[in-house]
Each structure stands twice: as structure tokens, then as C-alpha cells.
């Protein structure tokens, strides 16, 4: 059973460049959140995607976007890079509330941007 | 922004001797979980308290929570060098669907 899965795991950007980070969830997951956890700190949400909407935000500018797709997989983006924007990103899964839900997170390893 | 502190922001320890980190958070809450991270690595999820509940254990893991001072807990016994990473607790607030708000972590060091 695979678990949270997510590309690249490192890549290297330029400031004013875009970016696309992918997660595939948890097998029998249907929520995708991502986190942005900059060097020394705690992860920080970003948004919250189910049934293909974004469903909350987090503090974050227009610049971050993403996008669930029908088998569940996600995509964040951040255009007009920053040097602030550099960080880990994680993306978590997790099944809808309910009986089979124990209201905790699945990590991915990360994807870790570097804005020069 | 984080929800809270985390206390103390690193610890280090000998192996053997039990670990305990605190957690103090702002608003009220559904519930809290204590989550660990290798260096630069995903979190793993270690343990869930809801805010009915005052204390929890997981084998090595003991939790405790107190919401009337808005805080928590993690004791971790015998510890082990495998024990190193860094714990963070995280909050989910009462109304909002699984967005965990997470504390500035404490990084915990087992000597061997």
C-alpha cells in the first residue's frame, strides 16, 4: 500500500519563475492538504482540496494555487517566485471524517524548493 | 501563523532517560496530535488526544492535555537514540475539517 507520494523531491528556481509540485494521496484518501515549512519552523497550511475544490486556505497570496484531480492526485503551484518561497512543501492525506477517519494526517517526504 | 510554542525549543538527553515536551495553544480546539520529523522529512503521525479526553498513552508515548490552560504534554519514556528527530504538536480547531495548526516544534537529541 503506497503511501504519500510527491515530485520532485528537490528542485532549484529562479525568483519570478513558476513552479508545479505534484502529491499523489494515501490509497483510499479523497483529501489532499498542503503545507509550506520553511527552515527551523512548523509546517504552515496552505489549502485544503476535496471533491476537486479547494475547500479552506490558509494565510497565503494569490500565488499559490493548485488543483485536485478525479483520481484524487494534486498539483500546487506558485508562480512569481520569491526568495521567501523557498521551504519544504508537504502534502498530507487524509479519508473524509467519519467511522474510518482517526482525524490524523499521511506525510509525504516533501518537495524542497530553493528560490535563488 | 504557528499556533503556539512549543517549550523548550531543543532537548537533549541520554538514552534511557524519559523526554517530556510541552505545547501551549491559542484558541479552542477538536483536537491535538503530536506528530515527529527526521531531519528535513516528512511527519509521521504519533498520537491523537480529543479535547474530552486528558490523557492518552501509545506505548512509549504518554500525552496529556489540559484545556482549561491550553496545553499539552508528550512524554516519551526509555528513550531510545532512534528517538531523535523533531516533535511538533499540531491543532485542529473546534469547527474546522482536519487543517492542523502546528506548534514551532521541539527538537529532541538522545545520546547514546
Known amino acids: 500500500d503506497a503511501g504519500v507520494t510527491q515530485s520532485p523531491t528537490h528542485l532549484i528556481k529562479t525568483r519570478g519563475q513558476q513552479v508545479t509540485l505534484r502529491c499523489s494521496p494515501k490509497?483510499?484518501?479523497?483529501?489532499v492538504s498542503w503545507y509550506q515549512q520553511a527552515l527551523g519552523q512548523g509546517p504552515q497550511f496552505i489549502f485544503q482540496y476535496y471533491e476537486e475544490e479547494e475547500r479552506q486556505r490558509g494565510n497565503f497570496p494569490d500565488r499559490f494555487s493548485g488543483h485536485q484531480f478525479p483520481n484524487y492526485s494534486s498539483e500546487l503551484n506558485v508562480n512569481a517566485l520569491l526568495l521567501g518561497d523557498s521551504a519544504l512543501y508537504l502534502c498530507a492525506s487524509s479519508p473524509l471524517p467519519g467511522l474510518a477517519s482517526t482525524g490524523e494526517l499521511f506525510f509525504g517526504e516533501g518537495s524542497r524548493l530553493t528560490v535563488l | 501563523s504557528q499556533q503556539g510554542e512549543e517549550d523548550p525549543q531543543a532537548l537533549s538527553i541520554q538514552e534511557g532517560e524519559n523526554a517530556t515536551m510541552n505545547c501551549s495553544y491559542k484558541?479552542?480546539?477538536?483536537?491535538l496530535q503530536w506528530y515527529r520529523q527526521n531531519s528535513g522529512r516528512g511527519l509521521v503521525h504519533l498520537i491523537l488526544?480529543?479535547?474530552?479526553?486528558r490523557e492518552k498513552h501509545s506505548g512509549r508515548l504518554r500525552v496529556t492535555l489540559d484545556t482549561s490552560k491550553k496545553s499539552s504534554s508528550l512524554l516519551i519514556t526509555a528513550s531510545r537514540a532512534a528517538d531523535t528527530a523533531s516533535y511538533f504538536c499540531?491543532?485542529?480547531?473546534?469547527?474546522?475539517?482536519?487543517?492542523?495548526?502546528f506548534g514551532s516544534g521541539t527538537q529532541l537529541t538522545v545520546l547514546p
Open positions: 484558541t479552542s480546539i477538536n483536537n
Open positions: 490509497s483510499g484518501h479523497d483529501t
Open positions: 499540531a491543532t485542529v480547531a473546534s469547527g474546522s475539517a482536519r487543517q492542523l495548526t
Open positions: 488526544i480529543r479535547s474530552n479526553e
